[in-house]
């Protein structure tokens, strides 16, 4: 999906929400372990319960790895069950030297048809490049990740500024705003002025609303642009709103309610 088929997808849903699939086998409602693919069962009414409130799905694929070969059979049919004009990402991480990284953009964008992936830019450019050389497909890099370790490295002193900023300038130069998104964590709000000013037209995927705290109208307010450009992901609030019979009536209620929240920012 390119640049432009996204914006007016967001435009047309009035929404941000990227809902996770982070289908962890040990929440999922016990009466799906009747059928034979509970995870996909589960999945499956999940989409059917957000897909209209819902601009983009994001798998990661550390909850279905674990599960071994079902686990990739299981993220299978459930990339192939979502609607073709919702935007797909394989939160899968990866990264690593250039032939070995051109193995993982294969995966993620050949074999299983993601529209992107996330990539780690610890290892450089020639770890990220392969991921660009793709139409209409993205690398979503993590730039200032939402987590505690974030203080680590990320927000260290780096020559004149911090360790992400350096990031996002220069993974920024290696793509365009049509190949490359950045990962930011909503609960950096304190950060979030500053990521706009460094890249303010790029794409940004912004995990951490929700179960980890972060405010959805805050990141609204300091990092949408002209284009909208973020997608606000919520994984555990959504899908594991509910743990019985009910569960996909409960996640369809939280994602309406997250939308709803995303409404106003829509003239
Ligand atoms: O790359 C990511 O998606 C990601 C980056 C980051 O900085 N923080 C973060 O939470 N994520 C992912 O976003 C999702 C957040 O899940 P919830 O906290 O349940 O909404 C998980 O799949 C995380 O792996």
């Known amino acids: 999906m390119n640049r432009q088929t996204l914006i007016e997808q967001i435009r047309k849903k009035k929404s941000f929400l990227c809902v996770g699939l982070d289908t962890d086998i040990t929440k999922i409602p016990t009466h799906l372990f009747a059928t034979d693919d509970p995870v996909f069962e589960f999945n499956k009414a999940i989409i059917d319960a957000t897909k209209d ?13 674990a599960q071994g070969l079902k686990g990739w059979i299981s993220m299978g049919k459930t990339l192939d069950y979502i609607p073709k004009d919702i935007f797909t990402i394989a939160d899968a ?7 070995t990284a051109e193995q993982y953009a294969k995966t993620f964008f050949d074999t299983y048809p993601y529209d992107s992936v996330t990539v780690a830019p610890y290892m450089g450019k020639d770890s990220v490049e392969p991921f660009l050389q793709f139409p209409n497909k993205w690398a979503i890099v993590l730039g200032l990740t939402s987590n505690k370790g974030s203080h680590d490295f990320q927000l260290q002193p780096s020559g004149d500024g911090l360790l992400y900023e350096k990031v996002l300038t220069t993974v920024a130069s290696w793509g365009s705003v049509d190949n490359t998104m950045f990962v ?7 950060q979030l002025e500053r990521v706009r000013q460094l890249i303010p037209d790029h794409f940004l995927l912004i995990p951490g609303v929700g179960a980890q705290g972060g405010d959805m109208d805050t990141v609204a307010k300091t990092a949408m642009n002209k284009d909208v450009s973020i997608l606000v992901n919520v994984s555990r609030a959504i899908i594991f709103a509910g743990n019985g019979m009910e569960f996909a009536e409960q996640a ?12 106003p920012y829509f003239k």
């Open 184 to 190: 930011i964590g909503a609960t950096q709000k304190d």
């Open 53 to 65: 409130h819902t601009v983009a799905y994001k798998i990661n694929t550390a909850f279905y790895e």
């Open 93 to 99: 991480k990866r990264g690593d030297i250039g032939n």
């Open 252 to 263: 369809a209620k939280a994602a309406a309610g997250y939308g709803a929240q995303m409404k």
